[in-house]
């Protein structure tokens, strides 16, 4: 698989016009970075996509075509945006709870435990009835067989997951679940009550997140994003990049990973509010009706259950545009379970296959998330050509995609035999592709945005909010 027939694959799939892929170019090729998959495939292919789209949009407000380019070194470093994060010249934050990762168990197994919120870590400590340190927890997890533990985690609501193969995996009724799932879904939103909505002009020439008219792609777009940590993160990020006015909206009682917030918060603004409490729910509804995208990356159902699921949201504002982010996909047993990118390598057979090639005795990750951040740049490519489509045919859409499905789609990719013995990639080494902007948190070093376009380069107006730094309202 290259990273031009997986970008085609991709425009096939949501429907876009052929004709515009003769104005992208993807450069360089696999391995980037010292895996067996093709990371860089899926990183060209997938920032390819929605910096295409973000060209067609801007097309279609304009008239006026342009160049895309994709370098797949470029492309890399944004899917490691966070590795590479400083804030004044620190040292590397740190991202990872002590006691996540990979454990033995009594049956020869190995399981992963996902560990970084503190209900989570306390919960798991719980189950295993064991002191509250790795010491323990790793003896406590050799009195259990693999899949009683994983089993016993997941019915209590926990994150972890059994390393399987990739036949193991394959097997599972979740898994043949999500193999009749395509990668993308945009699907029209119908249903009791839900109306018809006429075409609606992207953006409908409205003002960019810096308070001036432009014709950025994007510029007069309003997003309301509810998400955590990266996928959803990275999906509103890059809309932003485009020009959207995206509000970040989080609750005051869930937990948040700091510097995923800095990095992914770039050129958002930043919102609470508790959609435990009715008035709360009502602002958000209020909201709803003046926005263009709703962006939400909860378990299936989560949000529906407190009145905002794709119908609902649609009876309040025909056109509306819902983009749904999840682990497991929205079909199957596990659809429910909680997870994260780390886990679905781990139960999906790639975290098995990264160690059968090197030959390593416990599992290895891919040398980034890279379901988390191909994830999210096919959230900001379905919400963008869900915009297309209701510009030229009116609507209200939903795009769905998930981490589960983004894994098997880089497993379809194959694998490069010797690819784990590539060199990795430090911060010194990509120095140039790095970009500073002053903000509240102090002077902060990321990932610039990887696409290189001749008419509208990305850009961030805005530095990354505190969460809960601006009002729940719409920029004027």
Known sequence: ??????????????????????????????????????????????IGAQALAAAECHRMRTGTRQRVEIEQRRALAVFRSERYLRIDDGPAPELRDPLMGFYETRDGRWIQLHTNFPHHRHGVVNVLGCADNHADVSAAIRHWDGAALDQALA????????????????????????????????????????AHAPPMPIGQGGR???????????????????????????????LAQHGADVLLVNGPHLPNIAPLVIDNGRGKRSALLDLRRGDERDTLTSLVREADV???????????????????????????????ISAY???????????????VQSASGIAWTEREAAG????KHLPCQALDHATGYLAA????????????EG?????????????RWLQSFGTLADGWRAPDVTLDDVSDLMQTMDSPFGKVLAAAPAERMSATPPRFDLPPAPLGADAARWAA
């Open 1 to 46: 698989m290259t990273a031009s027939a997986a970008l085609e694959h991709l425009w096939s799939l949501a429907g876009c016009d052929a004709a515009a892929l003769d104005d992208i170019r993807l450069r360089g090729e696999d391995p980037g970075l010292p895996s067996v998959f093709r990371v860089g495939t899926l990183a060209s292919a997938s």
């Open 381 to 392: 490519f379905g919400a963008m050509a869900a915009l297309m489509r209701r510009a030229a």
């Open 208 to 238: 960019g997140t810096s308070g001036i008219g432009d014709e950025r792609p994007l510029a007069g777009v309003r997003v309301l994003e509810l998400s955590r940590v990266i996928a959803g993160p990275v999906a509103g990020r890059t």
């Open 360 to 363: 390593a005795r416990a599992p």
């Open 294 to 324: 709703f962006l939400q990356a909860y378990r299936p159902g989560s949000l529906a259950a407190l009145g905002f699921s794709p119908q609902a949201l649609a009876r309040a504002k025909p056109g509306i545009v819902y983009v749904s």
């Open 395 to 407: 609507g209200s859409w939903h795009v769905r995609v998930s981490l589960a499905q983004t894994g």
């Open 329 to 343: 996909g929205h079909k199957g047993p596990w659809a429910q379970r909680r997870g994260f990118d780390s886990l």
């Open 155 to 194: 019915d209590a609501g926990l994150c972890a997951a059994l390393i399987r193969n990739p036949d193991e995996w394959s097997e599972l009724a979740h898994a043949k679940a999500l193999a009749s799932l395509p990668l993308l879904e945009i699907e029209r939103i119908e249903g009791s009550g839900v």
